[in-house]
């Protein structure tokens, strides 16, 4: 396994490349109402991407994938494609973008609730981002991947909630997915990655209602709970600092939960 180890200049540009994907969000957040189609989010993220930020859709065309951002709604745990369907009272959106700046990436994601959602879908909306806090409070040098992923798998099960297996954070940089895979749930091959200053990944937790199960659609990208139980991430891309971590992706106004 070959992690890069970002320089400061690497690390500048990874800077600016997450904070305009975190950009994208924002700039769609008022969008994302009732009657409002994935397809419309999406056209909106690629305008704005390509022609007011001059940045990159890193997932149009990414092995195939046909559009700028993933919308994933509901019991869809990630990767959904966005389509003519539009939005309705009640749904949970995982909205996740990609850019690409001066060639490196910025990756994030966020839960949007869709007018007035059921209580409990609201709930597992703030644990997954619970969940996504307590592995980033375990971010700093001479940790390993393993003392992220088990306050992040601790915390989902504590409030009966369970972690995908299936699918993980990912070194990123100058490449969508580099070295290592950040797995969510404590598998003991992560004792052996011990953060290093100047390793760079994404740390997005997959959280379901029901089990832990998914499948893959007949499109070969929506991933979805098998017992269509809801489904919520976040996502941030942060870098290992000398002192602990910065996280690239932060939106205005958000501090640390832990």
Known sequence: MTIILKSTTQIEKMRIAGQLASQVLDMLTPHIKPGVSTDELNQRAHIYMTEVQGSVPATLNYRGFPKSICTSINQVVCHGIPSDKKLKKGDIINIDVTVIKDGYHGDTSRMFEVGKVKPFASRLCKVAYECLWKGIAEVKPQASL????????????????????????????????????????????????????????????????????????????????????????????????????????LRPGETPLF
Request: net charge negative.
């Open 146 to 249: 393993f003392d992220v992923a088990l306050a992040i798998e601790n915390h989902a099960h504590a409030n009966h909630c369970s972690v995908v297996h299936e699918y993980c954070g990912h070194g990123i940089g100058q490449d969508f997915h580099e070295e290592p895979q950040v797995l969510h749930y404590a598998s003991d091959d992560l004792k052996e990655i011990i953060l290093k200053p100047g390793m760079t990944f994404t740390i997005e937790p997959m959280i379901n209602l029901g089990k832990s199960d998914v499948k893959l659609l007949g499109d070969n990208w929506t991933v979805v709970t098998k017992d269509r139980s809801l489904s919520a991430q976040w996502e941030h891309t942060l870098a290992v600092t000398k002192t602990g971590y910065e996280i690239f992706t």
